[in-house]
């Protein structure tokens, strides 16, 4: 297990967010002779000072590696599917959608029982 830090941007109120940046040095007019490379500087400083006042750093844990010695790129595409296929039930809510979704998942863990036996002998 190894842990990152990462900006929690969930909790980020977008009034607030919107108010930090039009009172940054960012919504200021800016001088004809400015320098790319100064105004690139001046937006990265401004940027991060608003990230790190909105969404504070915090830990979080991830393990890594596979899921499972088995698990290949066809159990990969396959979740995948079942992915893209819950998403368009959950936009659409129709019965097709849910019946190819429910489909997908039963041919996924059918897939992943073969694999797992196959991988077990």
Sequence with gaps: MFEHQTLCWRRVDRKTLRLALEESE?????SPDADVDQLFD??????????????????????????????????????????????????????????????????RHQTYRAKKEEYTG
Aim: net charge positive; with cysteine; hydrophobic share 30%.
């Design 26 to 30: 960012l919504c200021q007019p800016v």
């Design 42 to 107: 001046k937006y990265d400083a401004v940027m991060r000072d608003i990230a790190d006042r909105l969404a504070p750093r915090h830990t979080v844990r991830r393990r890594p590696g596979r899921l499972a010695p088995w698990f290949d790129a066809d159990c990969r595409n396959l979740r995948r599917k079942c992915c893209q296929f819950e998403r368009q039930y959950r936009r659409t809510y129709t019965v097709g959608d849910r019946r190819q979704w429910v489909d997908a998942t039963r041919r």
